[in-house]
């Protein structure tokens, strides 16, 4: 064979390439009797031949043989080489060195002209690694085995070399894209990470350099935020839980957005990626503390608190879907708990793999196609043992009873409780949720509209029980130092029972008991002990048309927490409760009623006579133990109703019979007339002068009233004067004289909730002897005159009501003008209650127990009463 005319120029390092590429083809050729084995070239044509060619015998010939002999003593030693290893130091070494002269790059191509800075580090650091990512990605996606052995096949080449060009191209074409995954995949600062670089929040959050970067800057605020005396503030909140060992770390919101403003406003939008992610770092912070937690708790939740913007449920709209809110409301059901499954596992029935885990979402079942093992379709059966499941409990929460606009139904939200969260509530109570707002397919919602309906779910991430809470309002710093300063003022009682229903003229009885349940007493529940109620309830009967309804109506708008109920429209689980059957797990829950949804406030109850007696009977308990046992349908549980009840009710044959007792003239039973702190009895009696100055002080209102009226202020003010000398000439019917600084209906709200809040006044160095001596005489004339029965409920009632005058004065210890102006209340209701032929005689027997005492000041508008009901019996003897 003759020798290549290209063969003289290659270089050493040439012919080992080639003679590596030639054993590893060899290697991958089966071995057989027809290989070259014997030849180290095998039969490749570029190869030089085993031994030397013979020529002619001219001096030409002479020295291509000796160039040739050179070339193949070259052959020679590399092919010992190969075998024995090479020889950095043999006699052709030099060779390696000396340039090529096919080893310079083309002047055509080249452009010197332009000026080209240098590349910073950091600049060549991420080129670099965007070519090594390209060279990866190009590297997995052609299949490198048979790719790099097709030596023969141009068509193979050209196709090799065609398919990274164009890989190449798409690459060039994404270039800013690679460059920006390059940076993220190095660190991420809080001022680019609020340059969202995605088609929404969400598609960005869930990137995984940004996730690494939320993660850092959470973990940092954990372990580095500080209160104002430099404490860390969740470094101890993390060891207290530990201590516990609880699985919920609260976190505020207004401490995350003053630190790290970006996260905030990521959780508020993007809540759920965020709660994840949160999750992954509060287990890490524990883990520092406590290295084995997770044997207790396989996570850790963090419950977000303080969200400045608070929701009504019927403002929640469509854009709040998916985001972080803050709503309140009163939970009317509970379902029970069931499992949820959290991480699923599924065995494949053909093959016996085990598949997952799949993480489960609240909303989207998870549901496999293949199986990855033998690829076949199923079945697949859920791997109990192996399958993470968590508690789930599903909650009905209702608008709280003050926020709901007037000639409106309260609206309700399904609220869904897991892991921790289960059980924090339970029907009747007022609870504040911070959660996800969801939506849900709901078939059966679906079927109903006739087109595609989402129903909407309330994904609880934190619950919170709202104690006494005014819901309109909260109280500031100003507030308190206004209502300290008009606490000391000495008449503030007086002025406090005048600015009840200020649109009401007279009835000081009933405005003085109104108030008094309003600030109610001080419930007394010591362990061992049975529990005695606090709150005072009122009963108002008298002839219509004597502002009993309204008197309601002005409780339900001032007290925080109010729930109004008809005798004809309640019933006796709409009173107590109910038990309702889940139409979406089928099970019975408890679903209260008014006097459920009004614990901790007031029920106003109208047309109390109405109700028929197996409704009024259903309510003893509520009225005095303030709770409601339930044992319907397999539940038998006890409910809370810590309410006052003001009751309205109308006599029978619609007038009051002062001729005959008092229980003859209403149809309700002794038991629940026991159960009353106050009677107030109401007539409307014929005075023309009173009935004169009545009808000047309702013209007077309806003018100021009315919504076209358009008078001056100097006008105003002259009504006000001529109204205030009318009321000033006397009072009949319990009409008072105006007071001069009545409190503002605002302020006195205000009043009324700071009182119930910080106020708890005691018992302390009063007359016993007195108030013993006052129900021992009670009892006696109560038999005697044969009306409703004393019980030892009326002393109790004593103390409540002296309680309730204290709570008025902002004061911390009851004091004997307190217990006076109780022991006045509580005869003139006695009093008032009887038929005339008996209140003369104990209208004479009490008195010795409502007249002033030296000193003590103004009369209380109760013992005014009495003093007039007293010249009114004597007058009428």
Known sequence: MDSSPLRPSMSSANRGVASGRNRRKRSREPEDDNAGASSPAGD????????????????????????????????????????????????????DYKPREDDRYDDRDIDDEGDYGDLDVA????????????????????????????????????????????????????????MQDDIMEEELSLETLQDVKASSLVEWVSQHAVQRTIKRE?????????????VSVYGSHIRTLGEVNAESLEVSYDHLSSSKAILAYFLANAPGEMLKLFDEVAMEATLLHYPDYERIHSEIHVRISDLPVHYTLRQLRQTHLNCLVRVSGVVTRRSGVFPQLKYVMFDCNKCGTRLGPFQQESNVEVKISYCQNCQSRGPFNLNSEKTVYRNYQKLTLQESPGTVPAGRLP?????????????????????????????????????????????????ANNVVKSHDQLAGFRLTEEDEQEIRALSRDPQIVDKIIHSVAPSIYGHTDIKTAVALSLFGGVAKDRQGKHHIRGDINVLLLGDPGTAKSQVLKYVEKTAHRAVFATGQGASAVGLT???????????????????????????????????????????????????????KAGIVTTLQARCGIIAAANPIGG????????????????????????????????????????????????????????????????????????VRAGAVNGGEPKQEGEIAQELLRKYILYARERCSPKLYNIDEEKVSKLFADMRRESLATGAYPITIRHLEAIM?????????????????????????????????????????????????YTLARPGQGKKTGAGRNLERGNRTAAAMA
């Not at 007022?430 to 079927?447: F, H, K, S, W």
């Not at 829950?589 to 009977?617: H, P, S, W, Y």
């Not at 023309?688 to 100097?714: C, I, K, N, Y």
Request: net charge negative; hydrophobic share 35%; charged share 35%.
């Open 800 to 848: 409540r009501i002296s309680e309730a005058f204290c709570r008025m004065r902002l004061s911390d210890y009851v004091s004997s003008q307190d217990v006076d102006r109780a022991i006045a209340v509580t005869i003139d209701s006695f009093v008032g209650s009887q038929k005339v032929s008996c209140k003369k005689a104990l209208a004479r027997a009490f008195a010795k």
């Open 123 to 178: 600049e060549r650091r991420r080129l670099e690694a965007r070519l090594n990512r390209r060279d990866r990605e190009l590297a997995r996606q052609r299949r490198m085995p048979a790719a790099f052995l097709q030596d023969e096949d141009d068509e193979g080449d050209l196709d090799l070399t065609a398919q990274p060009r164009r890989r190449r191209h798409h690459y060039d074409e994404d270039e800013d894209e690679d």
């Open 577 to 631: 409760a109910s038990v309702r059957k889940d139409p979406l797990t089928s099970e019975w829950t408890l679903e209260g009623g008014a006097l459920v949804l009004a614990d901790r406030g007031t029920c106003l109850i109208d047309e109390f006579d109405k109700m028929n007696d197996q409704d009024r009977t259903s309510i003893h308990e509520a009225m005095e133990q303030q709770t409601i046992s339930i044992s």
């Open 218 to 230: 959470f973990k940092a605020f954990l372990t580095e935020y500080t209160d104002e005396h430099g």
């Open 411 to 459: 609206r309700h939200r399904e609220v869904i409780l897991l892991w921790d969260l289960i059980d924090k509530a339970k029907p009747g109570e007022e609870i504040e949720v911070t959660g996800v707002y969801r939506n849900n397919y709901d078939a059966q919602l679906n079927n109903k509209n006739g087109f595609p309906v989402f129903a909407t779910i309330l994904e």
């Open 44 to 95: 490749i044509r570029s190869s030089p031949p085993a031994y030397p060619i013979q020529h002619g015998g001219d001096d030409d010939d002479d020295v291509e043989e000796d160039v040739e002999l050179a070339l193949d003593i070259d052959d020679a030693d590399e092919m010992a080489e190969d075998e024995d290893g090479i020889d950095l130091f043999a006699n052709n070494f030099e060779r």
């Open 655 to 726: 007038r009051y019979n002062s001729t005959i007792p008092f229980s003859q003239n209403v149809e309700l039973t002794e038991p629940i007339l026991s159960r009353f702190d106050i009677l107030c009895v109401v007539r409307d009696t014929v005075d023309p002068a009173e009935d004169e100055r009545l009808a000047r002080f309702v013209v007077g209102s309806h003018g100021r009233s009315h919504p076209a009226s358009q008078a001056t202020d100097e006008n105003q003010a002259t009504m006000e004067m001529e109204h205030d000398s009318d």
